[in-house]
């Protein structure tokens, strides 16, 4: 019996409030599980805060501590959003205002659980930093395709011998008081450039070219020295049956400085033999997916 055919056949007398009670119950089971998990975390960013508080105060660490926690952290935990150098700040601020953690624990403790029918109960259902926290939703399989995909480019390029240097994984950008974070960023030692490297889990999307331009723009300006070359960008987009790589070049010809980023279905000659072309990558990546 398919679902349509179920749906048309009457249910049985009482079944209606059975189902009604049961939908209750789950609704109810869910909004303790995640007010549970809530109060967990938010006694864990107290904590984290209270501890930068005193290691500060003990070892005369200043606010650049922070700033290299917030590195460590996200390097130690790349599929959680909470750990931004912000959010520790903010983490630090609420352990200043409340010093007393048995105060904050019993405050915590009674949080109400809302009704499960409310906006309120509804929307912490959806709490990205939750679902981070227990790594656990339909993100999760996304992010472990993403961690394995991160995983296999860095090996391969480091592999090469090409002159790939590996700077750093989820590296921070400060653009206006806003920040990004560029899933993989090399440095080319022949090249005398950095490369930027964005990974995605689905289709090749218009918008993830403008992404990939933005963050090779912040890195010409904040990141590269003098006299580095232009930063070059590799977008990577794998979905389920296919790999899709290509690379953006900076176009330094444009009046008043603007770069125009384009995709190139071949590299230039000066730079074909050091880096590895799309047809490689893509076999690479192809050959580990099956």
């Known amino acids: 019996m398919n679902d349509h055919s179920i749906a048309l056949t009457q249910p049985p007398a009482g079944y209606a409030d059975w189902l009604a009670e049961l939908k209750a119950r789950i609704h109810s089971a869910q909004q303790r599980a995640t007010l549970a998990v809530n109060r967990e975390l938010v006694l864990l960013y107290w904590q984290i805060g209270q501890h930068i508080l005193t290691r500060q105060a003990a070892q005369g660490w200043g606010a650049k501590v922070i700033e290299r926690l917030a590195h460590d952290l996200r390097n130690a935990f790349p599929e959680m959003k909470g750990f931004s150098r912000a959010n520790l700040m903010y983490m630090r601020a609420f352990a200043e205002a409340w010093p007393d953690e048995q105060i904050v624990q019993q405050a915590v403790g009674q949080l109400p659980l809302p009704p499960p029918g409310s906006d309120l109960a509804r929307e912490s259902l959806k709490d990205p930093y939750l679902f981070d926290f227990l ?18 480019i860095t090996q391969f390029l480091l592999e090469l011998g090409a002159g790939f240097a590996f700077v750093g994984r989820q590296v921070l950008l400060d653009v206006g008081g806003d920040e990004f974070f560029i899933d993989l960023l090399f440095y080319h030692l022949k090249l005398r450039c950095y490369v930027v490297i ?4 689905g289709k090749f999307k218009p918008e993830h070219l403008g992404q990939l331009g933005f963050y090779m723009t912040a890195v010409d300006k904040q990141i590269k020295h003098e006299l580095d070359n232009a930063t070059i960008g590799l977008l990577l987009c794998k979905s389920k049956n296919k790999v899709v790589a290509e690379y953006a070049l900076g176009d330094k010809t444009q009046p008043m400085g603007i770069a125009e980023y384009k995709l190139v279905e071949a ?17 690479e990546l192809q050959g580990d997916e099956a």
């Open 267 to 283: 590299l230039p000659e000066n730079l074909k033999t050091n880096l590895p072309s799309i047809e490689q990558i893509e076999r």
């Open 198 to 201: 964005e990974l995605k889990t």
């Open 135 to 152: 790594d656990v939703g339909k993100e999760a399989d996304e992010r472990e395709i993403e961690s394995a995909l991160v995983e296999h």
